[in-house]
Nanobody, 124 residues
């Protein structure tokens, strides 16, 4: 069973950038589709980015399209989320997820494995 650990969260001013990383262990990383979700207080968790097992396909929620980039490094068993032009509404706990389901998955429920999350706070 894969285990995931996020890092890289923190406090940043609006317009700034952060890079989140997710280290994985267990399983075969190159066979997992990976995703990043977030949950703000009082809101449902939403999937903001996903990448297929091959890295050939990616998905971005409309709210982050053009600002966030997801990428994976199979040699290091990591997936990262580069977040640029951050806005206060990006404030949330960000989670890294993994799935063995085929094709690119864009639903939170498609990911049975999640990390503990990392807090991202964007000040105005």
């Amino acid at each position: 069973q894969v285990q995931l650990a996020e890092s890289g969260g923190g406090l940043v001013q609006a317009g700034g950038s952060l890079r989140l990383s997710c280290a994985t262990s267990g399983g075969t990383f190159s066979s997992y589709g990976m995703g990043w979700s977030r949950q703000a207080p009082g809101k449902e968790r939403e999937l903001v980015a996903a990448i297929s097992w091959s890295g050939a396909r990616t998905y971005y929620a409309d709210s982050v399209k053009g600002r966030f980039i997801i990428y994976r490094d199979d040699a290091k068993n990591t997936v990262s989320l580069q977040m640029n032009s951050l806005k206060p509404e990006d404030t949330a706990v960000y989670y890294c997820g993994a799935t063995t389901l085929a094709s690119l998955r864009i639903g939170v429920r498609d990911y049975p494995y999640w990390g503990q999350g990392t807090q991202v706070t964007v000040s105005s």
